[in-house]
């Protein structure tokens, strides 16, 4: 398709980023769950993933699935730099998603954790995988992280035992807002990388194919309050 001038001029810089090395993980429940990159074209099922849960306050999946939601518009409209997208799906079904942006090569900025299959921590598994593509894969020092539920808090800046930035210098500001910023660093993620971030590669042709065509989940598992 064709883009005009203004178009181009609203677009961000653009940076080629390092794509993400699939990986499949076995959960607790033996199921098989390939972690990837999603693509552009699959916007449909993201969205249509993440829309139901704007309605779910509890545990803040509404704040969560809302500000998700538009970035993943943004990521698929052009108005976002640098933001990737990873998709955890078992069988093709979704099972969570988390999205993040390279603010610079040594500095990346985490955006939204959102399980859809709670249990069988689908969420920590997908936040593993986010901050080893942001370190490990595109090379940066750092990654600014905040929390917007008491979960999150518990599974990133308690579990991973993060730098309280904003305690030492309270004018730093993550972009998602006035929510205390935390910080991966390079040490802190060497410290808990065995523990926290499994899966195995390279992924088999026939897990591959299973993950090909994404589809939106048949049930959203023991999410308080959901209702489709």
Known sequence: MAIDEMEKGLRPPADDLKPYPSKVITLASGEKMVVREAKREEIGVLLGTVHPLMGVPKDFYDVVAARMYAELLGWYRYRVANEFVLVGSINGEIAGLVNSRQVSPKLGMSLHTLTIRRGLRI???????????????????????????????????????????????????????????????????????????????????????SAEKLTMPTEYVQIPGFKR
């Open 123 to 209: 969420g920590a598994q997908l936040f593993a995988a986010k901050m080893e593509h942001h370190i490990e894969v595109l090379g940066e020092d750092e990654v600014w992280v905040v929390a917007e539920s008491p979960i999150g808090f518990k599974r990133w800046m308690i579990e991973y035992q993060l730098e309280d930035r904003s305690s030492q210098y309270p004018d730093v500001r993550h972009e998602l807002g006035g929510v205390p910023t935390y910080v991966l660093t390079r040490d802190l993620w060497n410290a808990v990388r065995d523990d926290k971030c499994t899966g195995t590669r390279p992924v088999s042709d026939e897990d591959l194919k």
